[in-house]
């Protein structure tokens, strides 16, 4: 018997053949997110990265540039959604969906609720200044016209380190002045 991809898919397998990465879980992006938040550690800036996808394909990454740009909207979110809209041609963003290292922050979650992202998937949440759970739930407001789907904690331990690691580094360097 020969196998026929199944066209709603261009990455179907046959039958019985289990990928060995699933190039669309929310695992797989999450890891693309971090290597953004990298760049942004190696950059000196807080170490957060995004990356927006449409139907399954990257369309976007970002990482955090407040110190580089000097601008303080320069949030790895709002530079992957301006990217996103950009390659999508509108504002709307309704098929959308953000990876982001670290729970949004309000401005940004303010952002995706205008931008009707469809989903926002992020690693470690933010009790202290989180818009999407962790101090106000932005992204959900029943208040605004629209509201994203939340998934939280996906690879939370790597991007929960990565921010501990950057953080107690800077604390360090305090002391030893």
Known sequence: MEFEPDPASD????????????????????????RQAQRA???????????????GRVI????????QLKDATAHAEML????AESVIG???LNECELFVTKEPCPMCAGAIVHVRLARIVFGCPDP?????????????????NHRCEITSNVRFDEC??????????????VQEE
């Open 60 to 67: 976007a990454r970002a990482f955090n540039q407040v110190e």
């Open 128 to 144: 202290k200044g989180g818009g999407a759970g962790g101090l106000f739930n932005i992204v959900q407001s029943p208040s605004l």
């Open 160 to 173: 929960r380190g990565l921010l501990r690691s950057f953080f107690g580094e800077k604390r360090r360097a």
């Open 80 to 83: 992957a959604i301006t990217q």
């Open 41 to 55: 550690y190696a950059a000196d800036e807080v170490p957060i990265g995004a990356i927006i996808t449409h139907k």
């Open 11 to 34: 990455l179907a397998l046959p039958p019985g053949c289990e990928p060995i990465i699933d190039l669309r879980s929310d695992t797989y992006f999450m890891g693309e997110a971090l």
């Open 90 to 92: 509108d504002w709307r």
